[in-house]
């Protein structure tokens, strides 16, 4: 298994969820925030998900309040915000730090594994990771790139199994 599922997050509800459980899938890694210019893209993310899930793909959701303070709810109303507003129905994790001291182990690592503008370090939230099916890290994006301009590379990392 690679490093990638030896991770550990807790889910939006606080219960341990090990990323092994996603050995064999395609996994989008995004660290999220309810209050941001980007906040839109969490339906893109839905619709990819529901179109690929199927095929073995899951979007993971991480918000984080590091940028701007724009994820400053707690569970419930990450949840409420998530699902009323953008219908999410792919797993949402405990609020995290994504960059500096406190960062969350998975995306200390994300971030050496796949350096983005700013070196190691995540620039602001929507910041995505596409992980293959073999655990291994394949691409970044930028918060600046939608999820719909993701669509062709997530099918060519589907279709390698």
Not at 17 to 42: D, W
Not at 53 to 80: H, K, R, S, W
Not at 93 to 111: M, T, Y
Request: charged residues 20%.
């Amino acid at each position: 298994m690679s490093e990638f599922h030896h991770f550990q997050a807790r889910s939006l509800r606080g219960e341990p969820v090990e990323l092994s459980r996603y050995a064999g899938q395609v996994v989008l890694v995004v660290n999220t925030a309810s209050k941001c210019g980007f906040t839109p893209q969490y339906a893109g993310l839905e619709s990819l998900y529901r179109k690929y899930a199927g095929q073995g793909f899951v979007v993971l959701g991480f918000p984080c309040n590091q940028f701007g303070n724009q994820e400053p709810g707690d569970a419930d109303t990450i949840e409420g915000s998530c699902l009323v507003n953008y219908g999410v129905s792919f797993p949402m994790f405990e609020k995290v730090d994504v960059k500096g001291p406190n960062a969350h182990p998975l995306f200390k690592w994300l971030s050496m594994q796949l350096p983005g503008l700013v070196g190691r370090q995540i620039k602001w939230n929507f910041t995505k990771f596409l992980i293959g099916r073999d655990g291994q890290p394949l691409r970044r994006f930028a918060p600046t790139t939608r999820p719909d301009k993701i669509d062709q590379l997530l099918a060519k990392a589907l279709g390698a199994a």
